[in-house]
């Protein structure tokens, strides 16, 4: 029997769940199990639904290798950071014009390892980017990221990224001028994003540039509408078909000659779902015999992966296999550092069976978890994950 205060099965299947914690159990914790199987499933799902689309996976959102290699095979393109992600990808066996670079702030040493090893679609957001990569990606093909507020996401990425749209223009320009391949623009309307009409927003303002750049005989072809689709925490969003039907009318409304070529960059979405932390109650404590809530003291925090907890942005789903009356807890980590609390402000229910030394389940941590954790704080090793493929 469930006992939870979310619908499981929205989040994951109890069979699917059942065998992951069967795997689970002999393992200590904590520890990330990832299903490639409902990996799989994602990619097919948002391939199906937007059939017109080339996936670029973000690699940052799960970089483990057997991750990156089922996507490779599966035929998704990489968005990649950073050298090393670079180096990897490529020596899981993907081709460079699989690759795109999309991070606006780049060394000119990358710069160049990059257009060594064949990489010639780059992203960027300002001028300085552009002349260097004028002069260490010659004849590259280039594509610009407009800035985005962010608004209805859960973790916004706004502010740090991306130019104002009269910005854009002239880089555009500049962009010609200096030799490169001005080939479109691309925008993040931020990560597990419930606002569909984001999407809106930003099409409407790539159209416009679209068409300024016509006026003075440049044909953009390409539009990149990044990330932000979801994955399924505590608190529900739209269905992923839902996204991309809306995002495919939006597309048809503003372009109704025919859409660009369109890229997407999920992580999120793609990994989220197939992710489960096995963690263990280590202590439950009240600091008052007044006080209404006990503390929870789990194995895993802020420090051991789950960074996305700040200011309780992300809600994990949490599954016992305890059962019975619930109570509220604050949930809190392990280390010796104040701010590694999980969920202080919104009141996890959990039965008030569970003990000491019982398991608890944090699902959809497939996403901004184990290469978040720390490598040594207090002593404590960075999250251990494991792979297994629970078939299709
Ligand atoms: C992190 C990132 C993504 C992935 O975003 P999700 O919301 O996890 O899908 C996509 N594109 C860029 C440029 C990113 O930095």
């Known amino acids: 029997m469930l006992n939870t205060p979310f619908e499981l099965e929205r989040v994951q299947s109890q069979e699917r769940l059942q065998k992951i914690i069967e795997f689970a159990k002999g393992k200590d914790t904590p520890c990330l199990i990832v299903d490639l199987a409902k990996i799989r499933e994602r990619y097919r799902a948002l391939q199906k639904h937007m059939p017109y689309a080339k996936v670029f996976y973000a690699v940052k959102s799960n970089p483990i290798n057997e991750v990156v290699k089922t996507l490779a095979d599966l035929g998704s393109c990489f968005d990649v950071a950073t050298i090393y992600e670079l ?67 859960d973790w916004p990425l706004s502010r740090k990224f991306g130019a104002h749209p009269d910005s854009i223009y002239k880089l555009i320009i500049l962009c010609r001028r200096l030799g490169l391949i001005p080939i479109g623009i691309s925008f993040h309307v931020g990560s597990q994003q419930r606002d569909i009409g984001q999407w809106d927003n930003a099409i409407a303002t790539c159209k416009y540039l679209f068409e300024s750049c016509q006026d003075i005989d440049i044909e953009l072809k390409m539009m990149n509408l990044g990330g932000g689709f979801p994955a399924n925490y505590l608190s529900p969003t739209q269905d992923i078909s839902v996204y991309t039907d809306e995002i495919t009318r939006f ?64 809600k994990y789903p949490i599954y016992t296999e305890k059962t ?57 090793p960075p999250l251990q994950a494991y792979v297994i493929d629970l078939g299709d």
């Open 251 to 314: 597309l048809e409304e503003d372009f109704p000659n025919g859409i660009p070529e369109i890229y997407l960059e999920p992580g999120r979405y793609m990994v989220g779902d197939a992710g489960v932390i096995s963690t263990e109650v280590i202590l439950i404590s009240k600091k008052s015999p007044s006080n209404l809530y006990s503390w929870m003291y789990v194995d895993i925090g802020k420090f051991g992966g789950l960074i996305e907890t700040l200011d309780e942005a992300i």
């Open 324 to 380: 019975g009356k619930e109570r509220e807890v604050i949930l809190a980590g392990p280390t010796c550092d104040s701010m590694d609390v999980l969920y202080e402000n919104h009141k996890y229910k959990l039965p008030e069976t569970v003990m000491e030394g019982d398991r608890l389940y944090i699902l959809t941590t497939g996403a901004y978890t184990q290469s978040y954790s720390a490598i040594n704080f207090n002593g404590l």
């Open 87 to 153: 180096n990897q990808v490529l020596a899981l066996g993907v081709s460079p014009d699989r690759i795109s670079y999309g991070n606006t702030i780049k060394k000119v040493s990358d710069i160049q390892l990059f257009y060594e090893k064949g990489v010639r679609l780059f992203v960027t957001d300002s001028e300085s980017d552009l002349r260097k990569l004028a002069e260490y990606a010659p004849g590259s093909k280039i594509f610009f990221r407009l800035m985005t507020n962010g608004e209805g996401a």
